[in-house]
T-cell receptor, first 112, second 112 residues
Framework: QKEVEQDPGPLSVPEGAIVSLNCTYS??????FMWYRQYSRKGPELLMY????GNKEDGRFTAQVDKSSKYISLFIRDSQPSDSATYLC????????????FGKGTRLSVIA | GAVVSQHPSRVICKSGTSVKIECRSL??????MFWYRQFPKQSLMLMAT?????????EQGVEKDKFLINHASLTLSTLTVTSAHPEDSSFYIC????????FGPGTRLTVL
């Protein structure tokens, strides 16, 4: 079993839809959870950064962490064609200077 | 937000030559930087952890004599691919650690 599982998609939705992206993980010691967005041939861009369980909202993006289920989610409301990208979940044992463990990434296409 | 730059963004070289890639944190100091490589449609693979003023820590299977890492200051880490071969062609991405990891835009290396 891989440490972090993420459905690679591709996921295709119409503009304006609510998008749900998910990851599961096996290591209960993970405490920090991130979502990155990566456009083709670019570096990952940090979208959301959360510690432990709970919800965090930033504009159209909401991140949820359920440590009891080892499950994290990213919701995108009112999706736009510019949201079309690969979304990577990542997690770590400690903050900052410890290695991240990434999911495979989910390719999202938002169709106008 | 935290900004990380990489140079060059793209490099094409002949087999057997060495290539140096620079990673800079522009608006914060990073005692720790990370180097990843990414193959097409795959997630990021951690190559090494670079700590300022000390030797880098390489992941299993990464040749330290081939991928030389230097972290001479709190804002600069370099990765040198020595005697590059076509199989080293990849997308190399660095990150710098603050509260979490912020990624550079990546360097696409093509070895002919």
């Amino acid at each position: 079993q891989k440490e972090v599982e993420q459905d690679p998609g591709p996921l295709s939705v119409p503009e304006g839809a609510i998008v749900s992206l998910n990851c599961t993980y096996s290591n209960s010691a993970f405490q920090y959870f991130m979502w990155y967005r990566q456009y083709s041939r670019k570096g990952p861009e940090l979208l959301m950064y959360t510690y432990s369980s709970g919800n965090k909202e930033d504009g159209r993006f909401t991140a949820q962490v359920d440590k009891s289920s080892k499950y994290i989610s990213l919701f995108i409301r009112d999706s736009q064609p510019s949201d079309s990208a690969t979304y990577l979940c990542a997690m770590s044992l400690h903050s900052g200077n410890t290695p991240l463990v990434f999911g495979k990434g989910t390719r999202l296409s938002v169709i106008a | 937000g935290a900004v990380v730059s990489q140079h060059p963004s793209r490099v094409i070289c002949k087999s057997g030559t060495s290539v140096k890639i620079e990673c800079r944190s522009l608006d914060f100091q990073a005692t720790t930087m990370f180097w990843y490589r990414q193959f097409p449609k795959q997630s990021l693979m951690l190559m090494a952890t670079s700590n300022e003023g000390s030797k880098a820590t390489y992941e299993q299977g990464v040749e330290k004599d081939k991928f030389l890492i230097n972290h001479a200051s709190l804002t600069l880490s370099t990765l040198t691919v020595t005697s590059a071969h076509p199989e080293d062609s990849s997308f190399y991405i660095c990150s710098a650690a603050e509260d979490t990891q912020y990624f550079g835009p990546g360097t696409r290396l093509t070895v002919l």
